[in-house]
């Protein structure tokens, strides 16, 4: 007899992980799940797939990759209803997000050999007889643990320049989108059908933590803060190198001098976006007080205006079934502690959807300022002036992405936030930048994907010397001389003692 179960919440039945619509319930997809001994094999296949994949060169694997690219690209509606069926994200939303997916696949196809390829660097003066020269060699095998907000971007953004790098991957994407992390795998092996380069593993946590334990060489992790020290733990065990990329609570900083009906868009799209369920989402916005009343009235009647469904709605359902009593614990606790709702409130929570809700004068110390909300809703509080807006802004101990609306002084506002990105008169734009790293500091993890620091992430430099010429100066010998060290010494002065 068939479990019943609630609509999104992964399944296993009969050894397959059963994937289905948070808005509808339809099936979206049945995958094998996956035991710690089909992670173990995984590995070993991928492992054997290395060679192969790492003597392609940079030439064959850009090839092969650009293949690839053009595949997603053709196919962009597909992987689109199948993005929205699965994860309940309109289907706009998903194809924004397949296109900054295969922007990336592009940039990391064709930057992999510039940026990572042997290369000679300069010698110092000290040791002029030799050359010195770098490179950057696959780690191996790179497990990748995706997350399910961001289906098809988030897993691309690792395994993309991991593949570009020179490793071979394992996917194992999260429990409630198995099925458009299977099409990713499976779309790559009709183009690259030789090895099992891009490969998945599915399952609940387990299997992830069977990933962490599989002898993979590196481990990219994207979801909330808490499984990411779980997964770095887990990886401590064999020092096994991890990227993390955690949670956020993305702050906006309206200064007084910025366009307002600018500043409101965006923040509604960066708030609002996949029902707000975005790692670098505005979550808080400080805005100065002579603007706060103007702004927050644009914001209230731009949010007003979405519409809330299952299909050809802006804002789609919570994918999380258990992340609506988040939601609603944020909202009361805020309500309760004397924050006002100027657009929806305490009945915005109508599973499985969660209608626009914005809230303003929220005590810096409540949930919904201080932890990860991760739906539709928005804080705004008014401060002093931008110096208050900053220092609010790096109370909290996530680092993400932020954001800044203003003229004079948003590029210097922007640098002292506490953030591994920022944007200026705009709101999330670093993400679909492929030349930019993407990451956080604090409680939001660290390391980088994406841009030239995404690709040096999945790479192990490799420094190599090699001797031109005798050594004027011979220090690294038994056979030097008191002479030579004199000699060695009087250069030295010379050169820094002045």
């Not at 922007?103 to 002029?128: F, I, K, Q, Y």
């Not at 933590?209 to 979801?223: E, I, Q």
Request: aromatic content about 6%.
């Amino acid at each position: 007899m068939t479990a019943v179960h609630v609509p999104g919440t992964p399944v296993i039945e009969d050894g397959r992980l059963l994937s289905t619509s948070p808005a509808t319930g339809a099936e979206a997809g049945r995958v094998p799940a996956a035991t710690a001994a089909d992670v173990e094999r995984a590995v070993a296949r991928a492992r054997e797939a290395a060679g192969w994949w790492a003597g392609l060169g940079f030439t064959g694997r850009r090839e092969r990759l650009l293949r690839w690219r053009r595949l997603l690209a053709r196919r962009i509606e597909e992987l689109a209803e199948l993005v929205h069926l699965e994860g309940g994200k309109p289907v706009a939303d998903a194809i924004v997000e397949i296109v900054t997916a295969v922007e990336h696949v592009d940039w990391a196809a064709r930057n992999a050999r510039r940026v990572l390829g042997p290369r000679r660097v300069r010698s110092r003066l000290v040791l002029a007889e030799f050359s010195a020269h770098l490179e950057y060699q696959p780690y191996g095998v790179v497990g990748v643990i995706g997350p399910w907000n961001y289906p098809v971007f988030t897993p691309i953004g690792s395994a993309a320049y991991a593949l570009a790098a020179g490793n071979t991957v394992v996917l194992k994407p999260s429990e409630y989108t198995p099925a458009v992390g299977q099409w990713l795998v499976d779309t790559f092996a009709e183009v690259v059908p030789e090895q099992p380069v891009f490969t998945a593993v599915h399952g609940l946590g387990d299997v992830g933590a069977a990933l962490c334990r599989s002898g993979v060489n590196k481990v990219a992790f994207t979801g909330s803060t808490a499984t990411a020290k779980k997964v770095m733990a887990a990886c401590a065990e064999s020092l096994t190198p991890v990227l993390l990329e955690a949670g956020g609570k993305d702050a906006m900083i309206v200064d007084s001098d910025a366009d307002l009906d600018a500043a409101a868009d965006a923040c509604v799209w960066g708030a609002l976006t996949n029902a707000g369920q975005t790692c670098i989402g505005i979550e808080r916005v400080y805005a100065v007080a002579p603007v706060f009343d103007t702004f927050v009235d644009k914001v209230v009647e731009r949010a007003g205006r979405l519409t809330v469904g299952a299909e050809g709605a802006d804002i789609g359902p919570i994918t999380m079934p258990s992340q609506l009593d988040v939601i609603r614990r944020h909202i009361d606790d805020a309500l309760a502690r004397g924050g006002r709702a100027v657009l929806g409130g305490a009945d915005a929570v109508q599973p499985p959807y969660v209608r626009p809700t914005v809230l303003v004068d929220v005590p810096e110390d409540a949930a919904a300022v201080r932890e990860e909300t991760f739906g539709p809703t928005l804080t705004i509080n008014r401060v002093r002036d931008a110096d208050e807006a900053v220092d609010r802004t790096n109370a909290v101990p996530y680092g993400l992405g932020a954001s800044v609306f203003g003229r004079r002084r948003a590029v210097t506002i922007a640098r002292r936030m506490r953030s591994g990105m920022a944007s200026v008169n705009s709101a999330l734009t670093f993400a679909g930048m492929s030349t930019l790293p993407f990451g956080g500091v604090g409680d939001s993890g660290f390391g980088r994907i994406h841009g030239e620091d995404g690709l040096r992430e999945f790479g192990r430099p490799k420094a190599i010397t090699r001797r031109r010429a005798r050594s004027l100066l011979p220090a690294m010998t038994f056979d030097r001389t008191p002479a030579d060290i004199d000699r060695l010494v009087k250069a030295i002065k010379v050169m820094y003692g002045r």
